[in-house]
C-alpha cells in the first residue's frame, strides 16, 4: 500500500483514489487505512455487504480496478503489481479521458 498513497499524491489532483476492505470493522479499517495510507490522499471504507467486490468481480484482496469517471471498468487485476506497472496503467486511464 505504501506504493498506492505515493502514487495518490502524485496523481491525486487527477484520479480518485479509493482503498477498500471488506472484512473487520470500521475501526479496525481506520486504523490500518491509518497505518498504511498516510498521506490522506487515499480515501477508504470497508464495504461490510461486499456489494463493491462483487460489482467489479474481485474474488479476493488485494486488487486494483481503474474505473473512467463514467464509471466504465478501464482495468482490473488481482494480486500485487510492480510501481512502474502501477504507475503506467494509471497514465493510461488519464490518457483515456
Do not use: N
Not at 471504507?45 to 464509471?71: C, H, M, N, R, W
Amino acid at each position: 500500500m505504501p506504493v498506492i498513497d505515493q502514487l495518490a499524491e502524485e496523481y491525486g489532483d487527477q484520479v480518485a483514489f479509493l482503498a477498500v476492505a471488506w472484512k473487520g470493522t470500521e475501526a479496525a479499517t481506520a486504523e490500518r487505512a491509518g497505518e498504511l495510507l498516510p498521506s490522506g490522499e487515499v480515501r477508504w471504507g470497508l464495504d461490510e455487504t461486499e456489494e463493491i467486490f462483487a460489482l467489479y468481480s474481485i474474488p479476493y484482496q488485494p486488487a486494483s480496478v481503474l474505473i473512467t469517471s463514467g464509471k466504465t471498468l478501464f482495468e482490473r487485476w488481482p494480486g500485487a503489481r510492480s510501481e512502474s506497472e502501477m504507475r503506467s496503467a494509471i497514465e493510461g486511464l488519464i490518457a483515456s479521458g
